[in-house]
């Protein structure tokens, strides 16, 4: 019955959510009706000592990014910055191939390692833009950026720098550019499929939109060069900062009790990203500033446009929590780990997928299959010559699958970001980073199983 609570609890989620129903309240509203079924787990203890611990861990960590990031999205949008890269995007792709330009853009800057909320809020007014001149409906940006940032950026493409694909590396003694041609193949196929369902969701619309007429910010617009350059700024100076300067300074004083009592690694990443972001603001106040009526109401507004994405990711945290808390968590992973347990990549892919989904985190799935089950999975590849390599691949291409359900916090800061609803944005977000990835994930499991890595 415990487990039943659970299931119930996260199909209640995903449907509440759907339907429209915010997921500050409805989050913790499910956490505790799955705790009414856990056999006496207290409901306020539950709520005070589990979810809201966890929910103000995550803001403790993340608001910096998510309000420098809007910051940084409502000055690129209200300077005209946006609106100038998105027409020498136009120019270059063409103006009726805004999704595909979207999607690139996207990747482009997940590829180059910038976070995946910062690049929603950075892209969000460059895609509202094309697609308003375009004439795609709006209801699509999500699904485009989600594409773009979610999905072959994130898991197979070799190299990448995200975090999903760098959790397997320990386990596997791998590298980031694990099974390189089996990636890029699944990389392809999720890519493909994706732009061929959205650009046949935009051609077959019903509730196309005339083209917008210029805006004064349009007429008035500046050159794109002072939007490129902020962009760039964020991209290069998060890795120079997290691969060059900050490995190197002596951050030996993190160890002590009143920093934290850390490694430095579990803070570069985040310093670079706000030294990056900030630099990037900084350079957009002043190469824009004669384009910027009021900066100080649009910095006060970027502000509090993180408010909700932030605190709506926070409460999936939360929930996400409770849930992995619970007794009959425990029985939920084992069951799932159990599942083909003689054919490694098979259950590898199925455990994380299914983890995943639970969790609502690909990186959170990933984790708990990969600590109960790597080593297993490594004796048997040494057994029977499986390279690790495709382990690894397959490992990283299955966490990002089942991650992206409707309770997924990304998911939920996107539609935020975008102003959209589940209802009328969901679908697409799930045709192309669950279905497709996990289709990819399939074809590069029989691939490596017949062909092995390569």
Same mark, same amino acid.
């Given at each position: 019955m415990e487990v039943l609570g659970v299931f119930l609890s996260l199909a209640g989620l995903m449907y509440f959510a759907y339907k429209g129903i915010n997921v500050l309240i409805l989050a913790p509203i499910m956490a505790l009706f799955a705790a009414l079924w856990q056999g006496g787990n207290p409901l306020l203890a539950t709520y005070t000592q589990v979810f809201m611990p966890a929910l103000g861990s995550y803001?403790?960590?993340?608001?910096?990014?998510? %309000? @420098?990031?809007?910051?940084?999205?409502? *000055?690129?949008?209200?300077?005209?910055? =946006? #609106?100038?890269?998105?027409?020498?995007? +136009?120019?270059?792709?063409?103006?009726?191939?805004a999704i595909t330009a979207v999607v690139l853009a996207c990747a482009l800057l997940t590829y180059g390692g910038v976070s995946l909320f910062v690049v929603a809020f950075c892209m969000y007014p460059i895609a509202k833009n094309l697609f308003n001149q375009a004439r795609i409906p709006e209801r699509l940006i999500p699904g485009s950026i989600a594409l773009g940032s979610f999905t072959f950026t994130m898991t197979?493409?070799?190299?990448?720098?995200?975090?999903q694909n760098a959790i397997p590396m320990p386990f596997f003694g791998t590298t980031a550019f694990a099974a390189p041609g089996l990636?890029?193949?699944?990389?392809?196929? %999720? @890519?493909?499929?994706?732009?061929?369902? *959205?650009?046949?969701?935009?051609?077959? =619309? #019903?509730d196309v939109i005339d083209?917008? +007429?210029?805006?004064?910010?349009?007429?008035?617009?500046?050159?794109?060069?002072?939007?490129?350059?902020?962009?760039?700024?964020?991209?290069?100076g998060n890795y120079i900062m997290s691969a060059f300067l900050l490995p190197k300074m002596d951050l030996s004083f993190l160890a002590l009790?009143?920093?934290?009592?850390?490694?430095?690694?579990?803070?570069?990443g985040l310093w670079s990203l706000i030294t990056s972001l900030t630099m990037a603001i900084i350079a957009l106040l002043i190469l824009a500033?004669?384009?910027?009526?009021?900066?100080?109401?649009?910095?006060?507004?970027?502000?509090?446009?993180?408010?909700?994405?932030?605190?709506?990711?926070?409460?999936?945290?939360?929930?996400?929590?409770?849930?992995?808390?619970?007794?009959?968590?425990?029985?939920?992973?084992?069951t799932v780990?159990?599942?083909?347990?003689?054919?490694?990549?098979?259950?590898?892919?199925?455990?994380?997928?299914?983890?995943?989904?639970?969790?609502?985190?690909?990186?959170?799935?990933l984790s708990i299959a990969l600590q109960s089950l790597a080593d297993i999975y490594l004796q048997?590849?040494?057994?029977?010559?499986?390279?690790?390599?495709?382990?690894?691949?397959?490992?990283?291409?299955?966490?990002?699958?089942?991650?992206?359900?409707?309770?997924?916090?990304?998911?939920?800061?996107?539609?935020?970001?975008?102003?959209?609803?589940?209802?009328?944005?969901?679908?697409?977000?799930?045709?192309?980073?669950?279905?497709?990835?996990?289709?990819?994930?399939?074809v590069v499991v029989i691939l490596g199983t017949l062909l092995g890595s390569f």
């Open positions: 803001l403790l960590q993340y608001f910096p990014l998510f %309000m @420098l990031g809007a910051i940084f999205g409502k *000055l690129m949008s209200v300077s005209g910055a =946006a #609106s100038s890269i998105g027409k020498v995007i +136009a120019s270059i792709v063409g103006e009726k191939r197979a493409l070799p190299g990448t720098p995200a975090i990636g890029t193949i699944g990389a392809i196929i %999720m @890519l493909s499929l994706g732009l061929l369902w *959205l650009n046949k969701r935009a051609s077959s =619309a #019903s083209a917008l +007429a210029p805006t004064e910010a349009d007429l008035d617009s500046p050159s794109y060069w002072v939007g490129l350059v902020p962009l760039l700024i964020v991209v290069l009790e009143q920093w934290g009592g850390i490694s430095s690694s579990k803070v570069i500033r004669k384009y910027l009526k009021s900066p100080i109401k649009s910095l006060n507004q970027g502000t509090m446009d993180s408010l909700l994405p932030i605190f709506n990711t926070a409460s999936e945290v939360g929930y996400g929590a409770c849930i992995a808390s619970f007794a009959s968590f425990s029985i939920i992973k084992e780990l159990g599942i083909a347990p003689d054919m490694p990549l098979i259950s590898e892919a199925i455990a994380i997928n299914a983890l995943a989904g639970i969790t609502g985190s690909a990186s959170g799935g048997m590849a040494q057994k029977t010559g499986l390279d690790p390599e495709l382990l690894h691949r397959v490992a990283s291409m299955s966490c990002g699958g089942f991650d992206t359900l409707p309770h997924n916090g990304a998911v939920i800061t996107l539609l935020g970001i975008c102003g959209m609803t589940h209802k009328k944005s969901y679908k697409d977000i799930f045709m192309v980073a669950v279905l497709f990835p996990f289709f990819a994930t399939t």
